[in-house]
């Protein structure tokens, strides 16, 4: 593990109460290892205990989870990194574990799923909103977790640098997910200890609020990671729409051999063409789409694999020797 490059990013705002002991738990999981906590502009001094910690310590001024692992991922340079919160949930004597998995099975992301070590760590909220976005998210993306929403996750270099961050807020875990299903990416989940926050610490996640936000990120993803669906199920229901309001006038004109309802016959051409419209924007968009998704795998195969029985030497040409690369007889 020390032949690698690992960065620990602990994204903080007002974590004054438990991130001293948060880093010291990963210095000692993690001696090789640089830790990253970046200071969400917090208004205690969770910035000076993390430096008084050994932590390098940067300074994020736009509030929000994702405007911070933007900027992490922008800034930070290694092989593997691993993401966790500043607030004490997380287990950090198991990322030797979940690095390990990572590099022996050759992946890009391990997910540590949550575990509730106490009933007051999960809330029942919490509990069923990740259950019905990280379903909704299987049915509409594929799937590949069951707890998608989880804050500790052991990246490859590979990974963080073929994904473009768009979210602010704490939809970020959301959005890395999509990504690792859109590119069909190797990932694994391995259940952690998920323990309960100190008493002087308050959770930053509203539940109503942040829980909508995120529900609408997924419906911002499908539009652009999956255009046909989106759009085809919206030109369906106005197909459909179209038909229920053409029955009478179909009716009209069974009984009595006119159309009398003029103004509602225009309404079903309008919605028809419209639903014909919307149906060709949608492919254009799977088109743009796929121009996308090629350009991040671009990105993504230009890093190497965190795997180092998949590093190779270079082949040199020897001066005033030609270097045989095939076997002689290969064209028979």
């Given at each position: 593990m020390s032949a690698f490059r690992i960065a620990v990013l602990l994204?903080?705002?007002?974590?004054?109460?438990?991130?001293?002991?948060v880093v010291a738990a990963f210095k000692e999981a993690l001696p090789t290892a640089s830790i990253y906590v970046y200071d969400n502009?917090?208004?205690?001094?969770?910035?000076?205990e993390a430096l008084s910690a050994g932590a390098i310590v940067r300074r994020e001024p736009n509030r929000g989870k994702g405007n911070v692992v933007r900027r992490m991922f922008s800034d930070i340079e290694a092989d593997i990194y691993v993401m966790a919160?500043?607030?004490?949930?997380?287990?950090?004597a198991v990322a030797p574990e979940l690095i390990h998995k990572l590099v022996e099975e050759n992946l890009d992301m391990v997910v540590g799923s949550r575990v509730a070590t106490d009933a007051q760590s999960f809330r029942s909220g919490h509990r069923f909103g990740n259950r019905m976005l990280t379903s909704l998210v299987k049915h509409l993306f594929g799937y590949a977790f069951e707890d998608m929403l989880s804050g500790y996750r052991i990246m490859s270099r590979r990974f963080i640098k073929s994904f473009p961050i768009h979210s602010h807020g704490f939809e970020i875990e959301t959005?890395?997910?999509?990504?690792?299903?859109?590119l069909h990416l190797p990932v694994a989940e391995v259940p952690t200890k998920y323990g309960v926050r100190p008493e002087d610490s308050q959770s930053k996640l509203r539940t109503y609020r942040d829980g909508?936000?995120?529900l609408f990120t997924i419906i911002n993803l499908l539009t652009t990671e999956r255009p046909r669906l989106f759009y085809g199920?919206?030109?369906l229901l106005l197909t459909l729409l179209s038909f229920g309001s053409a029955v009478p006038i179909f009716y009209d004109f069974h009984v009595t051999g006119e159309v009398k309802r003029f103004p509602t016959a225009f309404l079903c051409l309008g919605l028809v063409l419209l639903a014909m419209q919307v149906l060709v924007f949608g492919f254009l968009l799977h088109s743009v789409r796929r121009g996308r998704v090629e350009m991040k795998r671009l990105a993504y195969l230009v890093q190497k694999s965190?795997?180092?029985?998949?590093c190779?030497?270079?082949?040199?040409r020897k001066r005033g020797k030609n270097v045989r690369i095939f076997p002689r007889g290969w064209r028979k």
């Open positions: 994204p903080c705002y007002n974590e004054a109460a438990s991130i001293a002991k502009n917090s208004t205690d001094n969770t910035a000076e919160d500043g607030d004490e949930t997380y287990d950090p959005e890395m997910s999509v990504h690792a299903l859109q909508f936000r995120i199920l919206l030109a965190p795997d180092e029985r998949s190779t030497r270079p082949i040199r």
